[in-house]
């Protein structure tokens, strides 16, 4: 049997990148898809104010990817052991995912892993976060600032090609990020409750199974890689449900 505890699991930082950057997502999004289709889309008004909103938002986007590095890699130091998958999440971790969303979650098995603070992505959120990250994310915002077409920079729009490239390569990175979004919103729903996942979005903490102190032991003298499958470590206490 096991019983909950809460563990710290996103600090204020990045919260604030996460929803400035969503927000900052999806009005590019909404002004974007304007500024591609203005006959059909118009719900910014006039065309000169689409762009100008989509150039915002954009700034804004990349001054917080630059926010959330610095504070991964700088001050954390975290960000390869939280965003990279392991052996062990490439070999089994993903499949055992995959499965877990595709039927186990559906009769009601309760999910092969467990978040902790410096392992809280599960293999398949490591897959899709690394790819957004270090991506998708950084490539929208790089053709973006070539397609605002500022003078110090056409030699590079040249050197890439041109900007028909470019444009193109920035609307094909806008479509995966839309298609991610959806995905990722759908998958963020499912936790133990529906909002279980935006909890610790929110507020910073999320309860966990609090394994037995017996397994810890057992696992840590087997030399088990240290993964969010078996958790071993101990974590701040929530104020309000203080650890046993
Ligand atoms: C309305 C839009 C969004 C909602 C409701 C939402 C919701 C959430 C929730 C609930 C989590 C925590 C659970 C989890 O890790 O899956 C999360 C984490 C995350 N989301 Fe979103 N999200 C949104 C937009 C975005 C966008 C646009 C991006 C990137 C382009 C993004 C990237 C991430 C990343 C990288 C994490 C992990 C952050 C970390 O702990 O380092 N999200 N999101």
Aim: glycine share 6%; aromatic share 14%; charged share 15%.
């Amino acid at each position: 049997m096991s019983a909950k505890k809460m563990v710290y699991l996103q600090p204020i930082p990045i919260r604030i990148w996460h929803w400035v950057n969503a927000l900052g997502i999806v009005t590019l999004i909404i002004s974007g898809a304007q500024i591609r289709f203005p006959e059909a889309i118009t719900i910014l008004g006039s065309y000169k104010t689409a762009i100008q909103v989509h150039n915002v938002a954009g700034l804004i986007v990349a001054v917080f990817l630059a926010w959330w590095l610095v504070y991964y890699k700088m001050v954390r130091n975290s960000l390869d052991d939280i965003y990279i998958p392991n052996e062990e999440d490439i070999k089994h971790g993903i499949v055992r995912q995959l499965l877990y969303y595709c039927f186990w979650y559906f009769v009601g098995r309760p999910s092969p892993f467990h978040a902790m603070p410096d392992s809280k992505f599960n293999p398949m959120q490591k897959a899709a976060y690394l790819v957004v990250m270090f991506m998708l994310v950084p490539l929208v915002v790089l053709t973006g600032i070539l397609l605002m077409n500022v003078t110090p920079l056409r030699v590079l729009i040249l050197m890439s090609g041109g900007i028909k490239i470019i444009d193109t390569l920035h609307f094909l990175v806008a479509c995966s990020l839309f298609a991610f979004l959806f995905t990722h919103v759908y998958l963020a729903t499912l936790g133990a409750t529906p909002l279980a996942y935006f909890k610790p979005m929110i507020f910073g903490w999320e309860e966990v199974e609090d394994h037995d102190e017996e397994h810890h032991e057992e696992a840590h003298q087997e030399g088990e890689p240290q993964t969010g499958f078996r958790p071993v470590r101990h974590y701040p206490e929530h104020p309000a449900h203080p650890q046993a």
